[in-house]
T-cell receptor
Framework: DGGITQSPKYLFRKEGQNVTLSCEQNLNHDAMYWYRQDPGQGLRLIYYSQIVNDFQKGDIAEGYSVSREKKESFPLTVTSAQKNPTAFYLC???????????????FGDGTRLSIL | ELKVEQNPLFLSMQEGKNYTIYCNYSTTSDRLYWYRQDPGKSLESLFVLLSNGAVKQEGRLMASLDTKARLSTLHITAAVHDLSATYFCAVDIFTGNQFYFGTGTSLTVIP
Protein backbone atom coordinates (compact mmCIF):
# COMPACT_ATOMS: atom_id res chain seq x y z
CA ASP A 1 0.00 0.00 0.00
CA GLY A 2 1.20 3.50 -0.78
CA GLY A 3 1.70 5.93 2.02
CA ILE A 4 4.00 8.14 4.05
CA THR A 5 6.31 6.74 6.70
CA GLN A 6 7.68 8.95 9.43
CA SER A 7 10.30 7.81 11.90
CA PRO A 8 10.92 7.68 14.72
CA LYS A 9 7.52 7.93 16.37
CA TYR A 10 9.05 9.46 19.51
CA LEU A 11 12.32 11.40 19.73
CA PHE A 12 14.16 13.06 22.57
CA ARG A 13 16.65 15.85 22.08
CA LYS A 14 19.38 16.99 24.43
CA GLU A 15 20.43 20.61 24.76
CA GLY A 16 22.67 21.70 21.90
CA GLN A 17 21.92 18.63 19.83
CA ASN A 18 20.66 18.45 16.26
CA VAL A 19 18.14 15.73 15.48
CA THR A 20 16.76 14.52 12.16
CA LEU A 21 13.23 13.35 11.50
CA SER A 22 12.71 11.00 8.60
CA CYS A 23 9.89 11.18 6.06
CA GLU A 24 9.58 8.73 3.16
CA GLN A 25 6.70 8.42 0.68
CA ASN A 26 5.94 5.89 -2.03
CA LEU A 27 2.98 7.75 -3.51
CA ASN A 28 5.05 9.22 -6.37
CA HIS A 29 4.08 12.71 -5.17
CA ASP A 30 6.16 15.66 -6.30
CA ALA A 31 5.39 17.94 -3.35
CA MET A 32 6.30 17.29 0.27
CA TYR A 33 5.74 19.32 3.43
CA TRP A 34 6.71 19.57 7.08
CA TYR A 35 4.30 20.95 9.67
CA ARG A 36 4.62 21.60 13.36
CA GLN A 37 1.64 21.16 15.68
CA ASP A 38 1.68 22.38 19.29
CA PRO A 39 -0.87 21.03 21.80
CA GLY A 40 -4.36 22.28 21.04
CA GLN A 41 -3.13 24.24 18.04
CA GLY A 42 -3.40 24.07 14.30
CA LEU A 43 -0.69 23.19 11.80
CA ARG A 44 2.12 25.59 10.99
CA LEU A 45 4.22 25.11 7.88
CA ILE A 46 7.96 24.74 8.40
CA TYR A 47 9.26 23.91 4.90
CA TYR A 48 7.90 22.57 1.66
CA SER A 49 9.33 21.20 -1.55
CA GLN A 50 7.67 21.00 -4.93
CA ILE A 51 10.47 19.21 -6.73
CA VAL A 52 13.73 17.40 -6.05
CA ASN A 53 16.63 19.67 -5.06
CA ASP A 54 14.33 22.60 -4.38
CA PHE A 55 12.51 23.71 -1.23
CA GLN A 56 10.97 26.84 0.26
CA LYS A 57 10.65 28.20 3.76
CA GLY A 58 7.27 28.18 5.40
CA ASP A 59 6.04 30.40 8.21
CA ILE A 60 8.33 29.04 10.96
CA ALA A 61 11.52 27.85 9.24
CA GLU A 62 13.98 29.36 11.74
CA GLY A 63 15.89 26.66 13.59
CA TYR A 64 15.02 23.97 11.04
CA SER A 65 16.65 22.68 7.87
CA VAL A 66 15.61 20.24 5.14
CA SER A 67 16.96 18.50 2.07
CA ARG A 68 15.27 16.95 -0.95
CA GLU A 69 17.83 14.78 -2.71
CA LYS A 70 15.32 12.13 -3.73
CA LYS A 71 11.66 12.39 -4.70
CA GLU A 72 10.70 9.90 -2.03
CA SER A 73 12.50 11.49 0.91
CA PHE A 74 12.24 14.82 2.74
CA PRO A 75 14.14 14.71 6.07
CA LEU A 76 13.80 17.53 8.59
CA THR A 77 16.63 18.52 10.91
CA VAL A 78 15.76 20.33 14.11
CA THR A 79 18.88 22.28 14.97
CA SER A 80 20.12 23.54 18.32
CA ALA A 81 19.01 27.00 17.19
CA GLN A 82 15.39 25.92 17.66
CA LYS A 83 14.98 26.73 21.34
CA ASN A 84 11.50 25.32 21.78
CA PRO A 85 11.35 22.18 19.67
CA THR A 86 8.84 20.22 21.75
CA ALA A 87 5.92 19.53 19.40
CA PHE A 88 4.24 17.02 17.13
CA TYR A 89 5.79 17.05 13.65
CA LEU A 90 3.78 15.98 10.64
CA CYS A 91 5.08 15.23 7.16
CA UNK A 92 2.72 15.38 4.20
CA UNK A 93 2.85 14.94 0.45
CA UNK A 94 0.65 15.88 -2.48
CA UNK A 95 0.47 15.90 -6.23
CA UNK A 96 1.04 19.15 -8.06
CA UNK A 97 -1.97 18.62 -10.30
CA UNK A 98 -4.43 21.51 -10.32
CA UNK A 99 -8.04 21.81 -11.42
CA UNK A 100 -10.23 18.77 -11.01
CA UNK A 101 -7.15 16.62 -10.64
CA UNK A 102 -6.30 18.25 -7.34
CA UNK A 103 -5.90 15.83 -4.46
CA UNK A 104 -5.69 16.45 -0.72
CA UNK A 105 -2.46 16.09 1.16
CA UNK A 106 -1.57 12.70 2.58
CA PHE A 107 -0.10 12.75 6.07
CA GLY A 108 2.31 10.51 7.91
CA ASP A 109 1.63 9.34 11.46
CA GLY A 110 3.86 12.02 12.95
CA THR A 111 6.91 12.26 15.20
CA ARG A 112 6.60 13.52 18.75
CA LEU A 113 9.74 15.43 19.76
CA SER A 114 10.58 16.31 23.35
CA ILE A 115 13.53 17.93 25.11
CA LEU A 116 15.43 15.91 27.69
CA GLU B 1 -1.07 36.63 3.88
CA LEU B 2 -3.90 34.15 3.53
CA LYS B 3 -5.88 33.59 6.74
CA VAL B 4 -8.18 30.68 7.43
CA GLU B 5 -10.51 30.98 10.39
CA GLN B 6 -12.75 28.33 11.86
CA ASN B 7 -15.53 28.68 14.34
CA PRO B 8 -16.30 27.58 16.82
CA LEU B 9 -12.91 26.51 18.18
CA PHE B 10 -14.55 24.19 20.68
CA LEU B 11 -17.90 22.47 20.30
CA SER B 12 -19.64 20.25 22.80
CA MET B 13 -22.85 18.74 21.55
CA GLN B 14 -25.28 16.05 22.59
CA GLU B 15 -25.75 12.89 20.62
CA GLY B 16 -28.54 13.17 18.09
CA LYS B 17 -28.19 16.93 17.62
CA ASN B 18 -27.23 18.83 14.48
CA TYR B 19 -24.55 21.48 14.20
CA THR B 20 -22.41 23.35 11.67
CA ILE B 21 -18.72 24.24 11.70
CA TYR B 22 -17.70 27.28 9.66
CA CYS B 23 -14.49 27.92 7.75
CA ASN B 24 -13.78 31.42 6.39
CA TYR B 25 -10.75 32.29 4.29
CA SER B 26 -9.34 35.62 3.23
CA THR B 27 -8.38 35.26 -0.43
CA THR B 28 -9.71 33.81 -3.66
CA SER B 29 -9.58 30.04 -3.84
CA ASP B 30 -11.79 27.33 -5.23
CA ARG B 31 -10.04 24.45 -3.51
CA LEU B 32 -10.92 23.58 0.05
CA TYR B 33 -10.26 20.47 2.11
CA TRP B 34 -11.63 19.07 5.34
CA TYR B 35 -9.59 16.79 7.59
CA ARG B 36 -10.24 14.92 10.80
CA GLN B 37 -7.65 14.41 13.55
CA ASP B 38 -8.14 12.03 16.48
CA PRO B 39 -6.15 12.77 19.67
CA GLY B 40 -2.46 11.99 19.23
CA LYS B 41 -3.01 10.86 15.66
CA SER B 42 -2.36 12.17 12.18
CA LEU B 43 -4.79 13.93 9.83
CA GLU B 44 -7.26 11.98 7.73
CA SER B 45 -8.79 13.52 4.60
CA LEU B 46 -12.58 13.79 4.71
CA PHE B 47 -13.65 15.96 1.79
CA VAL B 48 -12.18 17.75 -1.21
CA LEU B 49 -14.24 20.65 -2.59
CA LEU B 50 -12.98 21.93 -5.94
CA SER B 51 -15.60 24.38 -7.21
CA ASN B 52 -18.15 26.92 -6.13
CA GLY B 53 -21.31 25.23 -4.93
CA ALA B 54 -19.60 21.87 -4.39
CA VAL B 55 -21.30 19.64 -1.85
CA LYS B 56 -19.96 16.35 -0.56
CA GLN B 57 -21.57 13.98 1.95
CA GLU B 58 -20.25 11.00 3.85
CA GLY B 59 -22.42 9.46 6.52
CA ARG B 60 -23.43 12.10 9.05
CA LEU B 61 -21.07 14.75 7.64
CA MET B 62 -21.79 17.09 4.76
CA ALA B 63 -19.39 19.75 3.45
CA SER B 64 -20.14 22.64 1.13
CA LEU B 65 -18.21 25.45 -0.50
CA ASP B 66 -19.26 29.00 -1.43
CA THR B 67 -16.25 30.59 -3.12
CA LYS B 68 -17.95 33.96 -3.53
CA ALA B 69 -18.50 34.23 0.21
CA ARG B 70 -15.12 32.51 0.86
CA LEU B 71 -16.92 30.16 3.18
CA SER B 72 -17.11 26.43 3.69
CA THR B 73 -19.35 24.62 6.13
CA LEU B 74 -19.15 21.18 7.68
CA HIS B 75 -22.59 20.10 8.82
CA ILE B 76 -23.04 17.33 11.35
CA THR B 77 -26.36 15.51 11.38
CA ALA B 78 -27.56 13.49 14.37
CA ALA B 79 -24.15 13.45 16.04
CA VAL B 80 -22.74 10.25 17.51
CA HIS B 81 -19.83 9.80 19.93
CA ASP B 82 -17.57 8.42 17.18
CA LEU B 83 -17.52 11.85 15.55
CA SER B 84 -15.60 13.31 18.50
CA ALA B 85 -12.34 14.64 17.03
CA THR B 86 -10.69 17.84 15.84
CA TYR B 87 -11.74 19.00 12.38
CA PHE B 88 -9.53 21.18 10.21
CA CYS B 89 -10.26 22.99 6.99
CA ALA B 90 -7.46 23.89 4.59
CA VAL B 91 -7.25 26.06 1.51
CA ASP B 92 -4.74 26.17 -1.30
CA ILE B 93 -4.38 29.01 -3.73
CA PHE B 94 -3.85 29.09 -7.47
CA THR B 95 -0.22 30.17 -7.46
CA GLY B 96 1.33 27.45 -5.44
CA ASN B 97 1.26 24.11 -3.73
CA GLN B 98 1.06 25.58 -0.26
CA PHE B 99 -1.89 24.60 1.90
CA TYR B 100 -3.19 26.95 4.59
CA PHE B 101 -4.87 25.35 7.60
CA GLY B 102 -7.56 26.69 9.85
CA THR B 103 -7.19 26.72 13.61
CA GLY B 104 -9.25 23.56 14.02
CA THR B 105 -12.55 22.83 15.76
CA SER B 106 -12.43 20.41 18.66
CA LEU B 107 -15.73 18.50 18.71
CA THR B 108 -16.92 16.49 21.68
CA VAL B 109 -20.15 14.53 21.37
CA ILE B 110 -21.74 13.80 24.73
CA PRO B 111 -23.99 10.75 25.21
Amino acid sequence: DGGITQSPKYLFRKEGQNVTLSCEQNLNHDAMYWYRQDPGQGLRLIYYSQIVNDFQKGDIAEGYSVSREKKESFPLTVTSAQKNPTAFYLCASSTTLLGQGRQPQHFGDGTRLSIL
Amino acid sequence: ELKVEQNPLFLSMQEGKNYTIYCNYSTTSDRLYWYRQDPGKSLESLFVLLSNGAVKQEGRLMASLDTKARLSTLHITAAVHDLSATYFCAVDIFTGNQFYFGTGTSLTVIP
